[in-house]
């Protein structure tokens, strides 16, 4: 099968598997996402959402939330540019990066449609090189996702080139069963918090 017939068919399977499992999700941990936006809110000043400028496929810009896990008026850049990055963590901030759990609230972006479960994590919108990287290897065609093949092959430590790397090899592999594959081994890294900076 062709890649743009393969990408065709693993798209309609990847939407059914991304809502219906999302919608599971979502109704088993409505009381734990409602828990940590109140301990955001309790331990920092501010919202207990951060929404931030991500891009999404072929390079269109869309609204990401996280559990704001930084305090208001930190600098908006990846976070590995911010010179000691623990100093704008919030009282919770480092806890909820480590377990990942500040990504929960990005299963409205899967319900919505403007992510996946895995795929490659959603560029800010002033990482031009990363941006860039991408959409020259064909990339930027794929839906970002809130995991993906270069998350469970690194994380935090890869450099650009690397992870683009992946990503282009997660293009040209991509399937239902490989995105099964990826959600598992990221929850197994998610445990043993492998692989994360900050």
Same mark, same amino acid.
């Given at each position: 099968?062709?890649?743009?017939q393969?990408?065709?068919?693993?798209?309609?399977?990847?939407?059914?598997?991304?809502v #219906?499992?999302?919608?599971?999700?979502?109704?088993?941990l409505?009381t @734990?996402?409602?828990?940590?936006?109140?301990?955001?809110?309790? /331990?920092?000043?501010?919202?207990?959402? !951060?929404?931030?400028?991500r891009?999404g496929?072929n390079n269109?810009?869309?609204?990401? @939330?996280?559990?704001?896990?930084?305090?208001?008026? $930190?600098?908006? #850049?990846?976070?590995?540019l &911010?010179? +000691?990055?623990?100093? !704008?963590? /919030?009282?919770?901030?480092?806890?909820?990066?480590?377990?990942?759990l500040?990504?929960?609230?990005q299963?409205?972006?899967?319900?919505?449609?403007?992510?996946s479960f895995?795929? @490659?994590?959603?560029?800010?919108? +002033?990482q031009?090189?990363?941006?860039e990287?991408? $959409?020259r290897c064909?990339?930027?065609?794929?839906?970002?996702?809130l $995991?993906g093949?270069?998350q469970?092959?690194?994380?935090?430590?890869?450099?650009i080139?690397?992870?683009v790397? &992946?990503d282009?090899? !997660? &293009?040209?592999r991509?399937?239902?069963? &490989?995105?099964?594959?990826?959600?598992?081994l /990221?929850?197994?890294?998610?445990i043993?918090?492998?692989?994360?900076?900050?």
């Open positions: 099968m062709q890649l743009g393969r990408m065709l068919f693993n798209c309609s399977s990847k939407r059914v598997f991304d #219906v499992f999302s919608m599971v999700l979502s109704a088993i409505v @734990p996402v409602a828990m940590i936006f109140i301990l955001v809110r309790l /331990t920092s000043s501010g919202p207990g959402l !951060y929404w931030s400028d891009v496929r269109v810009l869309f609204k990401m @939330p996280k559990f704001r896990s930084m305090q208001i008026g $930190t600098p908006v #850049v990846a976070t590995h &911010l010179n +000691n990055p623990d100093a !704008y963590l /919030t009282p919770i901030g480092s806890f909820l990066r480590k377990s990942s500040d990504e929960l609230p299963l409205w972006n899967i319900i919505k449609g403007d992510m895995v795929g @490659p994590r959603p560029a800010l919108f +002033n031009a090189d990363l941006i990287l991408r $959409t064909g990339v930027h065609h794929l839906m970002p996702g $995991t093949w270069a469970i092959n690194g994380r935090d430590e890869l450099p080139p690397d992870k790397a &992946l282009v090899e !997660y &293009l040209h991509q399937s239902l069963w &490989l995105d099964v594959k990826i959600i598992f /990221t929850a197994l890294k998610v043993r918090r492998d692989g994360i900076v900050h």
